[in-house]
């Protein structure tokens, strides 16, 4: 399950793992695509509103 608020989702080049941007707890979600696991979650501040990844 991802923070409060999801809001914005980007995969890694390779599509193994998704970033979530929760707005209401101001984090990242990283997920695990293959089985929806959360790796982690990481701090970013107030209202995370988009995710870019560049590889």
């Given at each position: 399950m991802?923070?409060?608020?999801a809001?914005?989702?980007a995969?890694s080049?390779?599509?193994?793992?998704?970033?979530?941007t929760?707005q209401?707890a101001?984090?990242?979600?990283?997920?695990n695509?293959?089985?929806?696991?959360v790796r982690?979650s990481?701090?970013?501040?107030k209202?995370?509103?988009?995710?870019?990844?560049?590889?």
């Amino acid at each position: 399950m991802t923070g409060a608020d999801a809001h914005a989702i980007a995969f890694s080049p390779e599509g193994s793992t998704a970033y979530v941007t929760n707005q209401g707890a101001g984090t990242v979600s990283v997920i695990n695509v293959s089985d929806h696991s959360v790796r982690s979650s990481v701090s970013v501040g107030k209202k995370p509103n988009g995710i870019v990844l560049r590889p």
